[in-house]
């Protein structure tokens, strides 16, 4: 069976660092996902099935400075995302429902936030809106003020884009005709790789400090539309069949 979905999520971070969690709190963040699905089992009669996905979604962050200096930094990274899956699924009287587990693989292909802080606020700033790039320079980009962040440009010259992890979750099976479901999805999504390199003052702030040294954590509610292509290709074969 293979078609669209769409989904909604909330995501954070999660970082190695412990006094990194102590200085700074981490707030959920929500974002999106659309994308294409695709389940393969043997036969109908086996309850083991192979499932792959391939989407775009958007995760993120909202890291707030605990203490008496404010800093917020709102941050959203845009994905490409591709689990694979080994599902199981069974029947409980009328109701279909399934659990799901593997690994899948992240790249990330944009990244912008917000920062605000009163650092910024006193150095005449104040909130700025920025991207993150990843080119690798030979010599440092000139500064237009004494803060880098002033440009709108945050350098992350090692960053992780490929990253791996592990997915699973659980859902229901909705039919709607012969050949056709609805899918009901709950997914936790646990990136593994961090997507960069240890705290640094990329933003030239002395009150904040960034830290790539963490890893996604994702939980996702989401709709497929499934459709069986084999029995679409019965379909066609009938239909282009001559009689005889």
Do not use: C
Not at 220 to 235: G, M, P, V
């Amino acid at each position: 069976m293979t078609g669209p979905k769409v989904g909604l999520n909330l995501s954070t971070m999660h970082f190695d660092e412990k006094q990194y969690t102590r200085d700074y709190e981490t707030v959920w963040r929500p974002g999106f996902s659309g994308g294409w699905v695709f389940n393969y089992s043997a036969s109908k009669s086996t309850v083991w099935s192979f499932h792959g996905e391939l989407y775009y979604s958007t995760k993120g962050r909202t890291i707030q400075k605990r203490g008496l200096d404010y800093v917020k930094n709102v941050t959203r990274f845009h994905n490409i995302d591709m689990p694979a899956m080994f599902r199981g699924t069974f029947q409980l009287g009328s109701l279909k429902w399934y659990l799901n587990a593997g690994p899948a693989l992240s790249y990330w292909v944009y990244g912008n936030g917000q920062i605000s802080s009163s650092e910024l606020d006193e150095g005449k700033v104040g909130t700025v809106n920025y991207h993150y790039d990843f080119t690798k320079y030979d010599t440092p980009r000139p500064e237009e003020r004494d803060y880098p962040i002033a440009n709108g440009i945050i350098e992350v010259p090692n960053a992780n884009r490929l990253q791996v992890g592990l997915s699973f979750g659980g859902g229901f099976e909705f039919p709607v005709l012969e050949d056709q479901i609805v899918q009901l999805d709950f997914r936790y999504n646990m990136g593994h790789t961090n997507i960069g390199e240890k705290e640094d003052n990329f933003f030239g702030l002395n009150k904040y400090k960034e830290n790539f040294e963490g890893s996604n954590r994702n939980i996702e509610i989401s709709l497929a539309f499934l459709l069986d292509y084999n029995t679409q290709l019965r379909k066609k074969g009938r239909s282009t069949s001559k009689v005889k």
